[in-house]
């Protein structure tokens, strides 16, 4: 059965969209098939960061009636399908944004994860995402605006009858997490489903127009996105089982040489 996540933020900035496209490479990374669409069609990002931006046919093209949903969907990294918007001007001026329940409908029907990456804000475009999803996830920085901000948005999801499954917090001091998770929780009202730490990796991959989970896989950002999309879709996070096998290698080792001692000794 199909999942669909929309990744929301109250405002612009937080990372949100390169949350979507690591979570939907993750998922596609874990075998999953896994669709990303980017729902701005008004501040289209995933393009430029994916190296889309000059492809024949984008959301936009979609929307305005001219092309097929098959011919705006391109090959992303690890597998990942993704289907972006595009950067001009006149493009979002022929798009039809009262269309794209009808695109996401269709997309559905064709993968495991559906990823939508939700325009910023409150605005018209950004109401379908919100209500369409299974889970709206928040993505807040940990910051008071960003907060507040992401109230609204929830706020908004509730009342077009949408259903938040949790928030991740992004760009975090690792030393002050725990603190932060807590107060979010409180003010939100939903649970902090994933903490992204503040990694130079994230900024480094994106210029190397790469997702960070693909670029820096053993990066704190990339382990933390991994975990998220590990529970996501339903997998136990695999670092763990690593954690014990080499554990388990590291005590059988010593065991080895504590004998090997002990038989010199009596030797």
């Known amino acids: 059965m199909v999942k669909i996540y929309t990744i929301a933020s109250g405002k612009g900035g937080t990372g949100k969209t390169t949350v979507s496209i690591n979570l939907g490479t993750m998922l596609a990374k874990l075998g999953k098939e896994t669709y990303l669409i980017d729902a701005d069609i008004g501040m289209a990002n995933i393009g430029l960061i994916l190296g889309l931006e000059d ?149 480094r991959a994106a210029a190397a127009r790469s997702p960070v989970i693909v670029k820096f896989p053993d990066s704190p950002a990339s382990k933390a996105i991994q975990k998220i999309a590990s529970d996501l879709a339903g997998i136990t996070y695999k670092e763990e089982a690593e954690k014990v096998s080499s554990e388990g290698f590291v005590e059988r080792f010593s065991k080895a040489l504590f004998k090997k001692k002990s038989d010199k000794e009596r030797h």
Not at 67 to 89: M, R, W
């Open 55 to 203: 492809v024949p046919v984008t959301l936009h093209e979609i929307l305005a009636g001219k092309n097929t949903i098959d011919e705006g969907i391109y090959n992303g990294p690890a597998g990942l399908k993704v289907i972006p918007s595009g950067i001009s001007l006149q493009g979002f001026q022929q798009a039809d944004p009262d269309k794209i329940r009808d695109v996401l409908s269709e997309i559905e029907k064709r993968c495991e994860f559906l990823i939508i990456d939700a325009p910023a804000g409150i605005s018209k475009d950004g109401v379908v995402p919100l209500a369409v999803a299974d889970e709206v996830i928040l993505v807040v920085n940990p910051e008071l605006p960003s907060i507040v901000d992401a109230l609204k948005t929830k706020i908004l999801t509730e009342v077009v009858g949408g259903h938040v499954l949790g928030a991740i917090i992004n760009r975090v001091d690792q030393d002050t997490s725990e603190i932060i998770s807590k107060k979010i929780e409180k003010v939100l009202g939903v649970k902090v489903i994933g903490i992204i730490p503040e990694d130079i990796n994230v900024r």
